[in-house]
Structure formats: structure tokens, C-alpha cells
Antibody
Framework: QVQLVQSGAEVKKPGASVKVSCKAS????????IHWVRQAPGQGLEWMGW????????DYAQNFQGRVTMTRDTSISTAYLELSGLRSDDTAVYYC?????????????WGQGTLVTVSS | EILMTQSPATLSVSPGERATLSCRAS??????LAWYQQNPGQAPRLLIYDASTRATGVPARFSGSGSGTEFTLTISSLQSEDFAVYYC?????????FGQGTKLEIK
């Protein structure tokens, strides 16, 4: 069964950067896009973008363009999300998820989530 | 950006009864609509995509319907594990957008 395991919680100061990892197993890593979705405390879900692990191609939501970088290391089946210029409203749980089908950007399974707290 | 509006915000239903959750899109999204379930402290779980197709392993008591701008998720006979927050998502127009969620609670 597909498994995504994310890195642990982070506490960062405003203006800093954070890099979250998402290690995939039990499927062909290069065969499925990986998406990143975040959820602020008590709030809904916000799509951030995707990476094609095969080509390294990316697509970012406009809200994050200029601050977000998604990369991957195929040798260890791991995707990364880096967010720079952190603000207090970037405090959220960040999830990675595989794309469930090739014809629809729907998400599943998901990683367990990584809490990023931005605080001075 | 397409706005997804879910109603009600909170729905109180007794176990064994039927629950009906609604999702409205601000523009036509055809059948490009998914539903997710999220339990407290857990990641979301895909239930339905293409408006009415159940994801692998999702029980038959979950069904989705609708197209265009109006969609419904129905849970036919609520089990204890179904009390959670449900989100809809459109993927017809970039960027993908989610509703704000409906909390399904025990009556």
C-alpha cells in the first residue's frame, strides 16, 4: 500500500525558510505526481502546487509563487517543499499527497502532515 | 479562482440515519468534483472523485451526485467512524480549490 512519510514538526522565525520532506514507498515514485496542500489551524485546505517526480516539472499556486520551491530526489524516493519568507500566517500543517489518477488532480493517499509554526 | 461553498457548516445526525452534505461551485465545474473525509488530527482521505466515483476501499454507504455547480455527498446509514469533517474540491479550473468544510457531528 502506498505510503508517504513526512519529516517532523518545525518552529521557525518570521522571514526564515523551511524545508519539509515527503518520503514515498511501496509504489513507483516517478509514476505519480506529488501535490502539497496546507491547512492552517482550525481552517480548511489550500492547494500549493505539484511536482512531477519523473521530470522535476512543477506548478505552483499563484499565492505561493516566488516563495515556494518543490524538488525531488529520485534516488531516495523523496519529495521536498521549501517555503521562504515565512510569516505568521504560514503557520499550518503541510501535507504531501500522491495524485490518485492520471486524469484528475485528486489526492490520495496523503502523508501524515508536518506542523510548521512561525513565531518570533 | 472558483469559490466552493459547503452547507451546512455543521450537521447533527443520529447514528444509523442518513446524512446529506452540499457543495456549490461559483462556476460550472462539470463533474470534476471530489469529496474528502478528515478526522481530528489526521490527514484527509479521498472518498469520491468525478462527482460520483468511490475511491478504492470506500464503503458503498458513501455516494456522490451532481454536476455543474451543485453537488451532494450522501452517507446512507451513519456509522460512528463517519462523524468527521468533509471537504469538497473542484479540479476543473486551475487552481484546484476546496470548500470550507462541513462538520458532521453526532446528534
Amino acid at each position: 500500500q502506498v505510503q508517504l512519510v513526512q519529516s517532523g514538526a518545525e518552529v521557525k522565525k518570521p522571514g526564515a525558510s523551511v524545508k519539509v520532506s515527503c518520503k514515498a514507498s511501496r509504489y513507483t515514485f516517478t509514476g505519480s505526481y506529488i501535490h502539497w496542500v496546507r491547512q492552517a489551524p482550525g481552517q480548511g485546505l489550500e492547494w500549493m502546487g505539484w511536482i512531477n517526480p519523473n521530470s522535476g516539472g512543477t506548478d505552483y499556486a499563484q499565492n505561493f509563487q516566488g516563495r515556494v520551491t518543490m524538488t525531488r530526489d529520485t534516488s531516495i524516493s523523496t519529495a521536498y517543499l521549501e517555503l521562504s519568507g515565512l510569516r505568521s500566517d504560514d503557520t499550518a500543517v503541510y501535507y504531501c499527497a500522491t495524485q490518485y489518477t492520471t486524469t484528475a488532480t485528486v489526492f490520495g493517499p496523503w502523508g501524515q502532515g508536518t506542523l510548521v509554526t512561525v513565531s518570533s | 479562482e472558483i469559490l466552493m461553498t459547503q452547507s451546512p457548516a455543521t450537521l447533527s445526525v443520529s447514528p444509523g440515519e442518513r446524512a446529506t452534505l452540499s457543495c456549490r461551485a461559483s462556476q460550472n465545474v462539470a463533474s470534476r468534483l471530489a469529496w474528502y473525509q478528515q478526522n481530528p488530527g489526521q490527514a484527509p482521505r479521498l472518498l469520491i472523485y468525478d462527482a460520483s466515483t468511490r475511491a478504492t476501499g470506500v464503503p458503498a454507504r458513501f455516494s456522490g451526485s451532481g454536476s455543474g455547480t451543485e453537488f451532494t455527498l450522501t452517507i446512507s446509514s451513519l456509522q460512528s467512524e463517519d462523524f468527521a469533517v468533509y471537504y469538497c474540491q473542484q479540479y476543473n479550473n486551475w487552481p484546484d480549490t476546496f470548500g470550507q468544510g462541513t462538520k458532521l457531528e453526532i446528534k
